[in-house]
């Protein structure tokens, strides 16, 4: 009999639409954004430098007619980031897609996992 | 009215089983083999070196007790790979993973690409 192992599945969504794409690096930051309010601790907990976090909130921001993360002065940090309405619309979209997809491939998952070592 | 948009929802799914893990690069390769008979071909086709082809095959035969791709001589090419019984069921139960996966997720994908440019 197989000795019992951890078994785990991810999944890494993207979404092609147009010429955009939304995947695992923008909604990472953009929940990280509508839990801390902050670009800087959000930068900080992905490993990231403050630049680049930047930069995807600005790609993030132009995936849409309207900005899904403001920013505006105050906080402890003197800035603030938030995400917008919109984006904690696309957020729990793609939050919901990740733990349907997840759901569904469970079964499958645990059959394969148990043909591995 | 937003114009009309080519939308696309891609998964990358990868299994994490005790220290293994098996993900679209493996699957892809057991794939193109158990279409193509051929390591070299399956290489060709997934833009790779065949050194790096014949890696990954290493590791992939080396993720259960048995193997799931055989070398064996002949073929015009001199070798004929081909995927074994383990080999087609760990494929199928992967490739079952992601059409149930991306149908479980394609509504609010559908969603979620309509609030994009």
Redesign the interface.
Known sequence: MPKP??????????????D?M?GPGKMELLGQIDTTGSLAESAKRMGMSYTRAWQLMRDLN????RPMVEMSRGGASGRTAKATP?GK??LA??Q???S??????KA??R???R???
Chains 1, 2 share one sequence.
Do not use: N
């Open positions: 192992k951890a078994v785990a599945i991810k999944m890494r969504i993207r979404i092609y639409a147009g955009r939304l132009g995936d849409s007619d919109l619309k696309v979209l793609y919901q897609m990740e349907k997809s997840a759901s569904a491939a499958d998952g059959k394969l996992a043909l591995l070592k």
